[in-house]
T-cell receptor, first 117, second 111 residues
Framework: GAVVSQHPSWVICKSGTSVKIECRSL??????MFWYRQFPKQSLMLMAT?????????EQGVEKDKFLINHASLTLSTLTVTSAHPEDSSFYIC?????????????FGDGTRLSIL | QQQVKQSPQSLIVQKGGISIINCAYE??????FPWYQQFPGKGPALLIA?????SEKKEGRFTISFNKSAKQFSLHIMDSQPGDSATYFC??????????FGQGTRLTINP
């Protein structure tokens, strides 16, 4: 089956640091990747949709300058949390959709737990 | 209209019992309804999915029942096992657009 790898799985850093999270589709090409944020005991909240080679589309209320998304290839998207603060601590999950199946659901990575001290 | 409402919020079932989670939607343009299973500290994994042209889909112990006229669908887990303890999310998709998730159900199977 389709595999999405997310790295790192857990990161702890000091306030003010920028943190980069990678999302890779290992065995398929993903023209579209999605970034979600999940708080404890809550559902997934879509932050942005990234399409290979173009600018990401951010959901309402998500700061594009705070959460930088790059989708440079069909297998890699990155999320950079710039100048992270404790309120940015959360579980970040990416997902990818196979290029040839635009009407299929997404395959999810295992998430990155971000803790800002 | 883009919401998917899921219930119950939490559910406790005895081992061997049937777990039932319900979802309701408003947007009749949704054309794909997946269920995801999420364990603590992990991302959601696709469990089973259905399209609105069928009323039921079964995969092993997992069954989706779909009622198009009522705009409702449900997940049934037969012979529930402790390993099924997880959070379950229903979702809905319209074409190539973004997934709309339900609020999630935390399922606990008591041994």
């Amino acid at each position: 089956g389709a595999v999405v790898s997310q790295h790192p799985s857990w990161v702890i850093c000091k306030s003010g640091t920028s943190v980069k999270i990678e999302c890779r589709s290992l065995d398929f090409q993903a023209t579209t990747m999605f970034w979600y944020r999940q708080f404890p005991k809550q559902s997934l909240m879509l932050m942005a949709t990234s399409n290979e080679g173009s600018k990401a589309t951010y959901e309402q209320g998500v700061e594009k300058d705070k959460f930088l998304i790059n989708h440079a290839s069909l297998t890699l998207s990155t999320l950079t949390v710039t100048s992270a603060h404790p309120e940015d601590s959360s579980f970040y999950i990416c997902s990818a959709r196979e290029a040839r199946h635009s009407n299929q659901p997404q395959h999810f990575g295992d998430g990155t737990r971000l803790s800002i001290l | 209209q883009q919401q998917v409402k899921q219930s119950p919020q939490s559910l406790i079932v005895q081992k061997g019992g049937i777990s039932i989670i319900n979802c309701a939607y408003e947007n009749t343009a949704f054309d794909y309804f997946p269920w995801y299973q999420q364990f603590p500290g992990k991302g959601p994994a696709l469990l089973i999915a259905i399209r609105p042209d069928v009323s039921e889909k079964k995969e092993g112990r997992f069954t989706i029942s779909f009622n198009k006229s009522a705009k409702q669908f449900s997940l049934h887990i037969m012979d529930s096992q402790p390993g099924d303890s997880a959070t379950y999310f229903c979702a809905a998709l319209q074409g190539a657009q973004k997934l709309v998730f339900g609020q999630g159900t935390r399922l606990t199977i008591n041994p």
